[in-house]
């Protein structure tokens, strides 16, 4: 399949341990981010979003953690499965229908 | 309940050429975005349409221009093909509710390949 990045960062992880992914975003004007996951020949699949009034959000297997005072994202996933190797890419957006701007991604890659 | 459709899924051109990408969005959507992803970067926003009219640009040149139909399905074009032009071209489906934020949904892309 069509390779999304050859050249990213690569978290390797093994079967049911938890990861835990980074993400470092520029603008302190930004008060709304977003997750995605990208697999090889596919668009970007929305994981996880946290409002800027918030630290902390939580899904399936899945939570983001908000540091607004360091302008860090992180996204963990518990008992981390073969199916969650992807690229994993942060965005940010200032609300409503301003343009998101992503990062640069993160290839997680899950070791059976 | 269809997501949001590109076509074609691949496309090959040669330098100096024109191409047209297009896009349907999902169902109920009427907000659609247009983005460019270089191989091992994220997407980067070129513009976004709403009401046939583009409403907001990235930092794109004028060779990049768009239109959106009545029934909000959206082309992207490309003047004067640049071998930097290859990527992976995406497009995001979004409903416009005033300020509300609101989820875009990604379609699959169209590769391009400039030679």
């Known amino acids: 399949g069509e390779s999304v990045g050859l050249h990213l960062p690569t978290l390797s992880v093994q079967e049911g341990d938890n990861s835990i992914i980074n993400c470092a975003y520029s603008?302190?004007?930004?008060?709304?981010f977003i997750w995605y996951k990208q697999e090889s020949g596919k668009g970007p699949q929305f994981i996880i979003d946290i409002r800027s009034n918030m630290d902390k959000r939580q899904g399936q297997r899945v939570t983001v953690l908000l540091n607004k005072t360091v302008k860090h994202l992180s996204l963990q996933i518990a008992a981390t499965q073969p199916g969650d190797s992807a690229v994993y890419f942060c965005?940010?957006?200032?609300?409503?229908?301003?343009?998101?701007?992503f990062g640069k991604g993160t290839r997680l890659s899950v070791i059976a | 309940d269809a997501g949001v459709t590109q076509s074609p899924t691949h496309l090959i051109k040669t330098r100096g050429q024109q191409v047209t990408l297009r896009c349907s969005p999902k169902s109920g959507h009427d907000t659609v975005s247009w983005y460019q992803q270089a191989l091992g970067q994220g997407p980067q926003f070129i513009f976004q349409?709403?009401?046939?009219?583009?409403?907001q640009r990235g930092n794109f040149p004028d060779r990049f221009s768009g239109h959106q139909f009545p029934n909000y399905s959206s082309e992207l074009n490309v003047n004067a093909l640049l071998l930097g032009d290859s990527a992976l071209y995406l497009c995001?489906?979004?409903?416009?509710?005033?300020?509300?934020?609101?989820?875009?949904?990604f379609g699959p892309g169209t590769r391009l390949t400039v030679l």
């Open positions: 349409y709403y009401e046939e009219e583009e409403r």
């Open positions: 603008n302190s004007a930004s008060d709304y």
């Open positions: 995001a489906s979004s409903l416009r509710l005033g300020l509300a934020f609101n989820e875009q949904f």
């Open positions: 965005a940010e957006r200032e609300g409503g229908n301003t343009p998101l701007v």
